[in-house]
């Protein structure tokens, strides 16, 4: 069998294999992974795509864990894509998500696939948006994509999946503070983890949120609920999937749904198109060369930005012609 059927058929080994390839650089391999990916287009399109996200501690792998044993006692095939910081010295990552959902990754329903970010904004591995394609053609019918982080790119998670999900803790503190960060008003649901420490403090945290969100011009129609659960107790998990639920329901029947992941193929397909080019750009003969001299011209304050960027530009464009 192919490894397109292999993967078909649900295959996890097959599955971790299709995503190392379209992970690799290697020119060969980008060629494979661009066959197998359009020969598996037709097997995609049908899951729910869940990006979660929140500051480190909120319990984001915990949470993950509760909610897919959830959706597997439901009958649906998870895929868990966890996104770790690669180190900027050492290019090395942790990849631990693993150890941290054990009952989750024993199942054979689910596939947890942890990737280094590799230095990308936001968290999101560059190949994350192929990697959801490959879980989806091997039968997945959920596929989650968890970021390191509320981080300056968080748009990149919101902006390939359907549904977006932003945890927070009970005493995470001002609210109108982490608005500020840029992430609260890319939400579709903003679930309150570890409610069970200080219900209290949870109770405010979820008045505050939701009086907060009421304030942001990108949530003026309809208002992100703010639930509260704990995901080491499971309590509130069935209630976040019901609300995911009808938040599904609604969007699909107004066309919404349809709408945004049109928009979302799109936007990839620019997103290819600039990291192609950068890449023809960088291995162009003597580009990096002349790239370097005029990078030092531009620290060194000899030469304005925008006409280093113009040089370059036509210096490669005059590459490519000739």
Known sequence: MSLAERLRSGERRALAKAITLIESTRADHRE??????????????????????????????????????????????????????????????????????????????????????????????????????????????????????????????????????LLQLPNAGDDLQAIKKGVMELADLVVINKADLDPGAAMRAQAQITSALRLLPAHAASVPRVLQVSALRADGIEALWAALGTLRSDRQASGAWQHKRREQSLAWLWERIQAGLRQAFMGAPGMAQQLAAATAEVRDGRTPASTAARQLLAAFQLRSNS
């Open 32 to 165: 494979q992974a661009d066959a197998l990916l359009t020969a598996l287009m037709p097997a995609t399109g049908h899951a729910l795509r869940l990006g979660i996200s929140g500051v480190p501690g909120v319990g984001k792998s915990t949470f993950i864990e509760a909610f897919g044993l959830l959706l597997l006692s439901r009958g649906h095939r998870v895929a868990v894509l966890t996104i770790d910081p690669s180190s900027t010295l050492s290019g090395g990552a942790i990849l631990g998500d693993k150890t941290r959902m054990e009952k989750l990754s024993m199942d054979t329903r689910a596939f947890i696939r942890p990737s280094p970010s590799s230095g990308t904004l936001g968290g999101v591995a560059e190949k994350t948006r192929e990697a959801m394609l490959l879980c989806e053609a091997a039968g997945y019918d959920i596929v989650i994509v968890e970021t390191v982080g509320v981080g300056q790119s968080e748009t990149a998670v919101a902006g390939m999946t359907d549904l977006y999900l």
